[in-house]
């Protein structure tokens, strides 16, 4: 009986296994005229590894939204990165971006950005 699990790598319990291998996400804003904006702390283009198109807009809205109190009129379907009329999303292939590893943000790395701004102090 086929249960569907496929295991990462073969090397064992008692060795360390190596990350999955993802895709690369290219996410670029296309609209933000758009008020639904308001619910993003960044508007840029954003790089994700992830499995799916969809895991990847989700990955970047759990970083980049924000709570907000938009007005009655302003009704929001879903949040902007998980909107195709707003964001275009495209795998591509980028050296400067492993597939191996965690599903995650790549860029912006506001956590380096944060770093660099507090040494130049």
């Not at 319990?13 to 960044?42: G, N, Q, Y």
């Not at 799916?52 to 879903?78: L, Y």
Request: aromatic share 8%; hydrophobic share 40%; charged share 35%.
């Amino acid at each position: 009986m086929e249960t569907g699990f496929v295991p990462a790598c073969d090397e064992g319990f008692d060795r360390k296994c190596r990350e999955t291998k993802m895709a690369i996400w290219h996410l670029t804003p296309v609209d933000l005229v758009d008020p639904s904006w308001e619910a993003s702390s960044h508007r840029g283009a954003a790089i994700i590894r992830a499995d799916s198109e969809d895991a990847a807009r989700d990955i970047a809205q759990q970083a980049f939204g924000v709570k907000t109190r938009f007005q009655p009129q302003h009704r929001i379907i879903e949040a902007p990165w998980k909107r195709a009329k707003l964001v275009r999303a495209e795998r591509v292939s980028d050296r400067r971006f492993e597939e191996e590893g965690p599903a995650e943000v790549l860029s912006p790395r506001f956590e380096a950005h944060l770093k660099a701004s507090r040494r130049a102090r």
